[in-house]
């Protein structure tokens, strides 16, 4: 089991940053991929960021690529997404996840926590 606790959202203007943190419990995290997901209300969950196990390997989307970067801690179980340069548009409930592999489908995900909002004002 694999329980997932996010913070660092917030209310931030456009062009702002916020760092959000993913901190988990559970002896195994380390050998988890973690990702990060968002969702407005009345859409569908986008996938943003996703890194590997050991860090070694990360994937972003293309709405993410240059201005947002995903890190992980295994000593402190944490993972984090920076966001730089935010847009009105990356407004949403910010989710992370963790699955065996790293993937960008929601549903590869076993694991989830209860998300953090973020909102950005134009």
């Known amino acids: 089991q694999v329980q997932l606790v996010e913070s660092g959202g917030g209310l931030v203007q456009a062009g702002g940053s916020l760092r959000l943190s993913c901190v988990a419990s559970?002896?195994?995290?380390?050998?988890?991929?973690t990702g990060w997901f968002r969702q407005d209300p009345g859409k569908e969950r986008e996938f943003v960021a996703a890194?590997?196990?050991?860090?070694?390997?990360?994937t972003y989307a293309d709405s993410a690529k240059g201005r947002f970067t995903i890190s992980r801690d295994n000593a402190k179980n944490t993972v984090y997404l920076q966001m730089n340069s935010l847009k009105p548009e990356d407004t949403a409930v910010y989710y992370c996840?963790?699955?065996?592999?790293?993937?960008?489908?929601?549903?590869?995900?076993?694991?989830w926590g209860q998300g953090t909002q973020v909102t950005v004002s134009s």
């Open positions: 890194i590997s196990w050991n860090g070694g390997s990360t």
């Open positions: 559970g002896q195994t995290f380390s050998s988890y991929a």
């Open positions: 996840a963790a699955a065996r592999q790293l993937r960008s489908r929601w549903y590869a995900y076993d694991y």
